[in-house]
């Protein structure tokens, strides 16, 4: 399975999970990261497109940027946000392809399917994450950001927000 095959977003979402015996684990650990304080700056990663996100891709991408930004950061110097949260359950035919299993499986009759996974749709110019920095960080975290965006399907742009000095 790849994740080419979910990238678009097409038909309604999925996301009566109480309907479903063996609904996935989402691999999102945290959604806010680093030290909650007053910064001066927001960076946001926004994609260009309308698509569809898995929850394995977002993990990746959260992970790379919080590592890469807190070399140079350290832990408190800087605060971590993600915007979007994976709701919708993807399905799954599994067809199986061994020697002798044609008379195994049903082909596309009654193809509904097994959840295998959770994915997030995304529309065009929605914030994804965001790093709160001050001055002295924000070029690292504009690098830490395009570092990630690599991790995630479509075309990423990376902005720089005046955030003034309030809470996040």
Known sequence: MHGANYRDGAGQPFTRKKYIKGKP?????????GKKGTYEFCVQLLLNEKIQIRHMAIEACRLAANKTL?????????????RIYP???LRENKMIAAAGADRLQEGMRRAWGKAVSLGARVKAGQPIMELYVNSQHVDAAKKALKGSCVKLPGTPKVIVLKHGKSSP
């Open 87 to 89: 709701h919708n359950l």
């Open 70 to 82: 807190e070399k140079t950061t350290g832990e408190s110097g800087y605060y971590s946000r993600l």
């Open 25 to 33: 684990q989402i691999k999102i650990a945290k959604f806010q990261g």
